[in-house]
Structures are given as structure tokens and as C-alpha cells.
């Protein structure tokens, strides 16, 4: 179905399709994106539109050139070419990746329409179709693809039309693009179909080559021996891969084994550009062509992209709405309303399985939005009242009185402002992520401000209740100075011992950045570990 080309707003004069450019932020990707497709003028225009002014009206996506790539995107009948349909669907999602265009009433206002439009388009839904034929065969479950994977990924992309393999390399390189949160004007991880078949070309012989490598029996028995040995006091977590290619790297070190020493310089950097095939060619000039086989790496995961069992996915009417809704900075809107906006579409970017470059576009303007800050202060400052009352519940702990988490989350709770109390309320106990199976995340648990804090009430109650005949001291404040006692001596030089578990002593743990771990989950990890039961609260 055809969409017609949007009207502006009566605030600003009608553009005409060569006067009406793009936003700044969203057109700059100029670079070729097909290698013997000739761009149209329409599609140019799109691409190489100047700057917009600062003085230009607020509404952006109610432009002729908007309205113009919407019915590029849906246009089944084959007149539009491939390379126009590119040019449109780059220049959209970009735009919906730059939070920007989200920052006024207007934009707002019009932006929901469009992006929901531009997601349903026949063109989007068809390169997510192809990116997601050809990316999935590539993942497995060890070292992230094989020979194997690989060659079955260059098959499917063999065996798409012309115009499909045009469409995934354009998908390919906006996604790449995305992980690498490479500049605007930054040059296409590939060129061309040709280089990107050459790539995937060069990576089965690397692979091949690594597999050799891995059972050769003069790294066997050092792999062996690093995957055995238990990690070091402050050692970085690493995985059985990484782990394995640095065994391997210390015996060619050690023995000058430069060809080795290459390969794994290759292995272990990204691998999904021209410049990294290039490399890899210069590998097989210099050291001699990859063997025809070798031992197998792994199998394909069937499980990527993960998709949450149970979770429905959004419709994209509401996750266009929902990014309207997180990017409002005007304090009309509802605070419950845009937090729950904000776990619509967090939870759409962790759990529905999508992938390919509109859902990175998502994730970005998600990123960017305006309710992040509004999210991290009011977490800091709950986890900073959260954290003022451990001293307290440590000297209870030590006098041997019955207490619950529920009882501080509820004092924590109430020393923020109003605005605050229900923005954690949104986030955490209206519609929170729930840590138990798959079936209970995003559950619904409570209606209202009052109602969760008279349920986190009775939830004291009841567990109070339950221990106060329990014989023994509560464990919770012990696990929680014990934390502290960790945190100190972590600081403190290695020949010195924790210090001393008794209140005078106490230090609080630091708190965390909002944009490493969330402090309210912090809470409820330590809790957990602490033994405070969940006791049921009926009437939910």
C-alpha cells in the first residue's frame, strides 16, 4: 500500500522534495552503499541534503522528503530502485536513531506516525528478512563462527537475488556501523558485494587455519593446563575462548612462531571489514595459503538471536510511541508514564530477538533519550538513602532483633521526593523486571504509589512474623558488613588484612554508577544472599 507523502504542519511552509533536506545529524552518511547501482537523484538528494539551519521550523518529519521515503519504503511495484529504497531507509533510520529529533512538542507529535510507518514499511520488514537469513548462519558456540558457518553464510548470501544481496549489504553496513558507533561520513565497513564475498572468503581460511592451530599437540597440552587452573586473586574474568588463544600466544611467543603470532592477531580483531580482509590476504602472501580443512570449532547456535520465551514483542505503532514517550523533556507527561514507556522499549531491545540496523537504531535513541538522566538520578539518589541505613541495620542485627529488607526499601523510599518515590515506583514496582522465571518478567505487581508501599508494609510484617521464633541471629546485616569489610580492604594494600567487623568500623560500600550496575537490583542481589525470606503477601 502506498503511503502519501506527509503534510507539514500549518506553522511552517510546505516544502518542495529539493528544498526540504534531512536533519544535520541524519544525512551525513554520504558514503556509497552499492557498487554498480547508480544512486538516482531522488536517492542523492537524501543522502547529500545540506545541514538543516538552526533557525529551520521545529517539525522535521513532516517534510516532503520524509513523506517521499516513506512511499520509497512501501512501493512493491518495482518501479522504485533498490538503490532508492537504500537511500530511504538509511536516511529514516537515522533518523530515528538520533534522539534530536525526538526534543520538541512538534517533533513528537508527528514522530510517532512516522516511525511506526517506517518499521511496517515493506522495504524494512524486507531487509531485516534478509539480514537475518544471512547473519544467523554465521553465529555458533565457540570462538562466534567456524569454516563451516562461515560457508554456509557465503551460500545464503550467494543464493539471494541481486537485489537482496544489494539490500543485506546496505543492512550489514549500518549495523556494523551502529556496533562500532563509527562518525557520520565514516567509510562502509564493505565496498561492494565482491568485497564483502571476498571477506567472508578470507575468514573461512582463517578459521581453518586456527583450527589447525588448536590441535596441534605443541599447544594442546599448554591450552590444557591454562583452562585447568583456577583464576588469580584480582584476575579479569575471561572466557575458555580467551583464555585459549593466550596459551596458544605464550608458546609462539616464546618459540617466534611469527606466522601464529599473526594469525591470532587476526582471530582476536574484529573481522568484519575490508580492511581486515585485506589483512588477512597479506596473512596467506606472506605465510603460504589456509589448508583446505581442519578440525571443527564449534556448531551454529540455534538459540541466536535469543529471543525471551514468553515475551510478547511490541507492536510497532507502541514502540514508536514508547520512543516518543522517553524522549519527552517537557515534565507534561506523566512520570509513570514514561517509565513504563522506557521498560517497553528496554525490554524490546533485550529480549524481542530482533537484529539488524533498525533495532540498533532503537537501541540508540533509547540511549539517548531524555528519561535516561531522570532514570539515573533518581536511582542514585535511592540507592544513597538505601545505603544510609545499613550502619542501622547492622547494630540490629548485632542486638539480635528480628528485621526485613522490606522495612529499609520502605524508610529508603520515603526520604525521596515525590517525584522520585514514583519514578521508582514505575521503574521497580509497577511494571519492574522480576528475577524469577521467564513467565514473571514484566509482570504487573501493584497499582499504585500507595499500594506498593503498602504492600513492601505488610511484606515486613509477615516476614517479621514468620522469624521473630526463629532461633539465631539474622543473617542479613552480617552478609552486608562482610561487603563493606570487602570493599575497604579491596582498597587497602595487599599485605593488609579487612578490617575490623564491628559498627564503629562500618564503612558503606561506594556506590555504584548508574551506568555500570543499578543500584536498586544491587539491593535486591544482597538481600537474597542475605536469607530475607518473600514471605506471600495475599491480595496483590
Known amino acids: 500500500m502506498q503511503i502519501q507523502p506527509i503534510s507539514a504542519p500549518a506553522v511552517a511552509a510546505q516544502p518542495s522534495p529539493s528544498s526540504a533536506p534531512l536533519p544535520s545529524a541524519t544525512v551525513r552518511d554520504s558514503a556509497t552503499i552499492v557498487d554498480t547501482v547508480t544512486l538516482s537523484a531522488t536517492a542523492q538528494a537524501l543522502l547529500d541534503a545540506p545541514a538543516q539551519p538552526a533557525s529551520a521550523p521545529a517539525s522535521v ?11 520509497a519504503l512501501n512501493d512493491a511495484s518495482g518501479r522504485t530502485a533498490v538503490a532508492d529504497q537504500i537511500a530511504a531507509f538509511k536516511a529514516l533510520n537515522a ?9 520538541t512538542d512538534a517533533k513528537r ?12 514499511s515493506a522495504y524494512a520488514q ?18 562466534g563462527f567456524t569454516p563451516e558457518s562461515l560457508q554456509s553464510t557465503l551460500k545464503a548470501f550467494d543464493a539471494l537475488s541481486a537485489d537482496d544481496q544489494q539490500t543485506f549489504l546496505a543492512a550489514k553496513n549500518l549495523y556494523e556501523g551502529s556496533v562500532r558507533q563509527s562518525p557520520a561520513g565514516a567509510p562502509d565497513a564493505f565496498a561492494s558485494v565482491d568485497t564483502y564475498r571476498a571477506g567472508l572468503t578470507a575468514r573461512i581460511g582463517i578459521m581453518r587455519e586456527l583450527g589447525v592451530a588448536l590441535a596441534d599437540p605443541a599447544y594442546t597440552a599448554k591450552i590444557s593446563e591454562e583452562l585447568a587452573r583456577e583464576p588469580r586473586a584480582g584476575e579479569l574474568v575471561e572466557s575458555n575462548n580467551h583464555r585459549t588463544l593466550k596459551a596458544i600466544g605464550a608458546v609462539v ?8 603470532l599473526d594469525l591470532l592477531g587476526l582471530v582476536a580483531t574484529s573481522q568484519e571489514s575490508d580492511s581486515w580482509t585485506a589483512r588477512a590476504e597479506a596473512h596467506f602472501a606472506a605465510f603460504g595459503p589456509p589448508p583446505d580443512t581442519s578440525p571443527s570449532l564449534g556448531t ?8 525471551t520465551p514468553g515475551y510478547q514483542r511490541p507492536s510497532n505503532t507502541e514502540l514508536a510511541k514508547a520512543l516518543s514517550t522517553i524522549n519527552d523533556n517537557s515534565g507534561r507527561t506523566p512520570l509513570l508514564d514514561q517509565a513504563k514507556a522506557f521498560t517497553t522499549v528496554s525490554r524490546y531491545t533485550w529480549e524481542a530477538g530482533d537484529i539488524g540496523p533498525t533495532r540498533m537504531a532503537i537501541v540508540k535513541n533509547w540511549e539517548t533519550s531524555g528519561i535516561l538522566p531522570k532514570l539515573w538520578a533518581a536511582e542514585d539518589r535511592m540507592a544513597r538513602a538505601q545505603n544510609s541505613f545499613l550502619p542501622e541495620m547492622i547494630r540490629r542485627d548485632e542486638a539480635g532483633e528480628v528485621y526485613s529488607g522490606y522495612e529499609y526499601t520502605l524508610k529508603a523510599l520515603n526520604t525521596l521526593s515525590e517525584s522520585d518515590q514514583q519514578f521508582y515506583f514505575a521503574m521497580y514496582g509497577s511494571n519492574r523486571f522480576r528475577y524469577g522465571t521467564a513467565a514473571d518478567t514484566g509482570t504487573v505487581l501493584y497499582g499504585s504509589l500507595d499500594e506498593y508501599k503498602t504492600a513492601l508494609a505488610r511484606e515486613d510484617d509477615a516476614y517479621v512474623f514468620q522469624q521473630k521464633d526463629a532461633p539465631g541471629s539474622h543473617s542479613a546485616a552480617k552478609a552486608l558488613q562482610t561487603l563493606a569489610e570487602m570493599s575497604k580492604a579491596a582498597k587497602e594494600p595487599a599485605k593488609g588484612g579487612s578490617a575490623s567487623a564491628t559498627a564503629a568500623a562500618f564503612h558503606a560500600p561506594a556506590l555504584p554508577t548508574p551506568g555500570t550496575i543499578n543500584a536498586s537490583i544491587a539491593l535486591e542481589v544482597l538481600t537474597r544472599m542475605s536469607g530475607i525470606g518473600h514471605a506471600p503477601v495475599s491480595g496483590r
Open 61 to 71: 518529519w513532516g517534510s516532503q522528503s520524509v513523506g517521499d521515503a516513506l512511499a
Open 95 to 103: 533518523m530515528v536513531a538520533d534522539s534530536a529529533n525526538f526534543d
Open 109 to 120: 507529535a508527528e514522530a510517532s506516525g512516522v516511525v511506526a510507518a517506517f518499521l511496517d
Open 126 to 143: 524486507r531487509l531485516e528478512d534478509v539480514f537475518t537469513k544471512v547473519q544467523t548462519r554465521m553465529r555458533t558456540t565457540q570462538y
Open 253 to 260: 611467543q616464546a618459540a617466534g612462531d611469527q606466522r601464529t
Open 300 to 307: 551454529v547456535d540455534p538459540t541466536w538471536p535469543e529471543k
